[in-house]
């Protein structure tokens, strides 16, 4: 929390998904790439072999979607998520928060990035 802090003092421009969520929607609906400092909650699947990371926000939607977490790739994404970011329980705490990159858009109206890669993740 505190490198967010002091590069957004120094006047990089990167988002926070809690404050700057209008922004965030906004850019979204234009598809700019652009940096956001989240919170990285929960894992939580969807279909067969998707997921998406979820920041624990019901009343700001961000989300980071994973195509494919079956891949050599997603489940790359998925271990480091899990060993860096994300806690399964109070007695393994994590970081909980990391920078990501990459290109917003919207599914539903709601703000995402989509994950490609580890290279999106800046911590």
Not at 33 to 53: K, Y
Not at 73 to 89: C, P, T, W, Y
């Given at each position: 929390?505190?490198?967010?802090?002091?590069?957004?003092?120094?006047?990089?421009e990167?988002?926070?998904?809690r404050?700057?969520?209008?922004?965030?929607?906004?850019?979204?609906?234009?598809?700019?790439?652009a940096?956001?400092f989240t919170?990285?909650?929960?894992i939580?699947?969807i279909?067969?072999?998707?997921?998406?990371?979820?920041?624990?926000?019901?009343?700001?939607?961000?989300?980071?979607?994973?195509?494919n977490?079956?891949?050599?790739?997603?489940q790359?994404?998925?271990?480091?998520?899990?060993?860096?970011?994300?806690?399964?329980?109070?007695?393994?705490?994590?970081?909980?928060?990391?920078?990501?990159k990459?290109?917003?858009?919207?599914?539903?109206?709601?703000?995402e990035i989509?994950?490609h890669?580890?290279?999106?993740?800046?911590?």
């Amino acid at each position: 929390i505190d490198r967010y802090r002091l590069q957004r003092q120094s006047g990089e421009e990167i988002l926070n998904s809690r404050l700057d969520y209008k922004l965030i929607c906004e850019m979204a609906e234009q598809e700019v790439e652009a940096t956001i400092f989240t919170e990285l909650r929960s894992i939580e699947r969807i279909g067969d072999c998707s997921a998406r990371i979820l920041i624990g926000s019901i009343k700001q939607p961000f989300c980071l979607f994973l195509p494919n977490i079956e891949s050599v790739e997603g489940q790359k994404i998925v271990n480091m998520l899990e060993a860096r970011f994300i806690s399964k329980d109070p007695t393994h705490p994590r970081r909980s928060y990391a920078f990501v990159k990459g290109v917003l858009t919207t599914y539903y109206n709601k703000p995402e990035i989509v994950i490609h890669s580890l290279d999106q993740f800046i911590d």
